[in-house]
């Protein structure tokens, strides 16, 4: 996996062959970069990365100067993975070991942005679900976004806070804006 921009642009980093893991490809990470980045000044966001696996997508948010960043994820070699990486490259990065609607059920953490990338095969009550408890909660801030990666086989766009999805090969990102 490769950082595409930022402080560490170019940085390529070496996941552990056993993680379970499925990273986000550098075509779709860049094309979603390139949408935040029209949107958002990466230096004022507090990010939330769900189901962070290796860390791709949180490494990416870090090397744009993002300053509070959280990922969570349930397996102990990813944690393991993404602090080490974090403390290598100086990030300030949380890390959670947690199931992520446990996680989220508890959460007291707000956030610009909130990324969550489940394994492709959840049904589409496992994903729904995920929105469901972040506009429940509340845990997106004023014209914060909710990102949830997933197959081009899973549509999302029922859900009320949806706004509107981009396909890039295999990979879809839905966007879902808290817009109170």
Do not use: W
């Amino acid at each position: 996996m490769r950082i595409i921009s930022g402080t560490y642009k170019g940085k390529r980093l070496i996941a552990p062959k056993k993680l379970p893991i499925r990273p986000t490809t550098d075509m779709a990470k860049e094309a979603l970069f390139n949408i935040l980045n029209n949107n958002f000044q990466f230096s004022q966001l507090s990010v939330l990365d769900l189901f962070a696996g290796s860390g791709n997508i949180t490494y990416e948010f870090a090397s744009r100067g993002c300053k509070e960043i959280t990922a969570v994820d349930l397996n102990y070699d990813c944690v393991k993975f993404i602090k080490k990486t974090a403390q290598e490259l100086d990030f300030s990065i949380t890390t959670i070991k947690s199931d992520v609607f446990k996680f989220l059920e508890k959460a007291y953490v707000k956030a610009d942005i909130i990324f969550a990338d489940p394994p492709y095969d959840f049904d589409e009550e496992k994903f729904l679900k995920i929105p469901q408890i972040v506009f429940e909660k509340n845990l997106l801030n004023q014209n914060g976004q909710l990102i949830i990666e997933h197959s081009k086989h899973t549509d999302l766009s029922k859900y009320p806070n949806f706004k509107e999805a981009r396909r890039y090969g295999g990979s879809v990102f839905s966007f879902f804006e808290n817009t109170v």
